[in-house]
């Protein structure tokens, strides 16, 4: 089974600052997706950014962006410009692409708690 | 346009009891996933429903069953309560074809198991 790992149980960043969330997976495959996920207290997971993993170009969301390193199985996100409604709880997630359009399931990592100071 | 509703937002069950929890999927999504998020954990894959046959599971036991109905509305069951089921229950949605682009999830259902 592929496993999602987040090494930082927790992140802080000043507001206006930017910083850096950290994911690493283990898979065998080579056509996957991959997603940074934010869990507010209100505990509805919302999709922050998205890569495939056949684009060698990292995805780009406002200031939301991913550095994607496959042969290092690394997939990381940054946030500028932080402001306090980023505060939450960010997943990494993976899915295999061998599961068609349909179907599919998500493996998430624990989450990194990030906490935005005025 | 409601996204996906899950009722209840919170649960106090006693070991033993079974427990129901429901999701109505977003308006013209057919497929459900259900997912359990431990406290300090992230969510774990439980099973997913399309066309209202389980189509895939997670490494969960039979205690955990589903169901979808042709409203592709789903329940999720769980029987015989231990203390370790308490937990964040997601449930997600999707259209047909698009559960990369599309996957949206409700607000969970908070079960406590005493």
């Known amino acids: 089974a592929q496993t999602v790992t987040q090494s930082q149980p927790e992140m802080s960043v000043q507001e206006a600052e930017t910083v850096t969330l950290s994911c690493t997976y283990d898979t065998s495959e080579s056509d996957y997706y991959l997603f940074w996920y934010k869990q507010p207290p209100s505990r509805q997971m919302i999709l922050v950014i998205r890569?495939?993993?056949?684009?060698?170009q990292n995805a780009t969301e406002n200031r939301f962006s991913v550095n994607f390193q496959k042969a290092a199985k690394s997939f990381s996100l940054k946030i500028s410009d932080s402001q306090l409604g980023d505060a939450a709880m960010y997943f990494c997630a993976y899915r295999s692409a061998s599961q068609g359009s349909t179907l599919g399931r998500l493996y998430f990592g624990r989450g990194t708690q990030l906490t935005v100071w005025p | 346009d409601a996204g996906v509703t899950q009722s209840p937002t919170h649960l106090i069950k006693t070991r033993g009891q079974q427990v129901t929890l429901r999701c109505s999927p977003k308006?013209?999504?057919?497929?459900v996933s259900w997912y359990q998020q431990a406290l300090g954990q992230g969510p774990q894959f439980i099973f997913q429903?399309?066309?209202?046959?389980?189509?895939q599971r997670g490494n969960f036991p039979d205690r955990f069953s589903g169901h979808q109905f042709p409203n592709y509305s789903s329940e999720l069951n769980v029987n015989a309560l231990l203390l370790g089921d308490s937990a964040l229950y997601l449930c997600?949605?999707?259209?047909?074809?698009?559960?990369?682009?599309?996957?949206?999830f409700g607000s969970g259902t908070q079960l406590s198991v005493l």
């Open positions: 308006s013209g999504h057919d497929t």
């Open positions: 890569q495939e993993a056949y684009k060698q």
């Open positions: 997600a949605s999707s259209p047909t074809g698009l559960v990369v682009k599309k996957l949206f």
């Open positions: 429903y399309y066309e209202e046959e389980e189509r």
